[in-house]
């Protein structure tokens, strides 16, 4: 499985950056799409109720794609105060 993160790690930053896989990538990415929506869909189903799971994955998905700083601002600020109003999870979660 170590190797396996590795060789996906490598080629992400073979084909984000400048080719070396040992030089650190700036502004970009640290992963590969698969892992992120994996990741992402393991702690959805581990902390939000099944019932607020696909609105709390839209949220998500608009956050993920917002093209400003102000429209990330906003989209962040959208997330948190509808998961704290809900209830969806705890302040500890957040």
Not at 44 to 65: G, M, P, V, W
């Amino acid at each position: 499985m170590t190797i396996s993160a590795q060789a996906n790690w490598n080629a992400n930053c073979i084909i984000s950056e400048s080719g070396n896989p040992t030089m650190k990538m700036i502004d970009k990415e640290q992963t590969c799409l698969f892992h992120c929506i994996q990741s992402f869909n393991k702690h959805t189903k581990q902390f939000i109720a099944l019932e607020f799971q696909d609105r709390h994955k839209a949220l998500c998905y608009e956050y993920n794609n917002a093209r400003s700083l102000e429209e990330v601002d906003l989209r962040y600020v959208a997330i948190y105060s509808w998961w704290y109003s809900s209830r969806i999870v705890g302040k500890g979660a957040i």
